[in-house]
């Protein structure tokens, strides 16, 4: 897209482009920030399904939760995280070692 993507406020898994770009779009993927050798060493499947899993939470949110005006710009990330925690979904590595023997 050209458009230089921007952490989502509060730190979420997927990404902005930065405005005055165009509205309700997310970027999930391999667009995670990290050198080219990170990169190559990286198992990138799970994080990529992980960012897809929080880009189509926060769209649903942003479509159903009352009093949003349908931006996905509006949605807490806190609300998202929330979501995903109820879903199985582990965001921590605390919580990774919970689930784990």
Same mark, same amino acid.
């Given at each position: ?20 770009? @165009? ?53 807490? @990330? ?24």
């Amino acid at each position: 897209m050209g458009v230089p993507p921007r952490r989502h406020r509060g730190g979420s898994a997927a990404a902005q482009p930065h405005r005055p770009g @165009p509205p309700n779009v997310l970027v999930a993927g391999r667009c995670f920030s990290a050198t080219h050798d990170a990169h190559a060493s990286i198992r990138s499947m799970a994080q990529c399904m992980a960012m897809g899993q929080a880009a189509g939470t926060a769209a649903a949110l942003a479509a159903t939760t009352p009093g949003l005006s349908g931006d996905v710009r509006e949605v807490a @990330p806190q609300q998202v995280r929330a979501v995903l925690r109820r879903a199985g979904a582990v965001l921590e590595l605390d919580e990774a070692r919970e689930v784990m023997p």
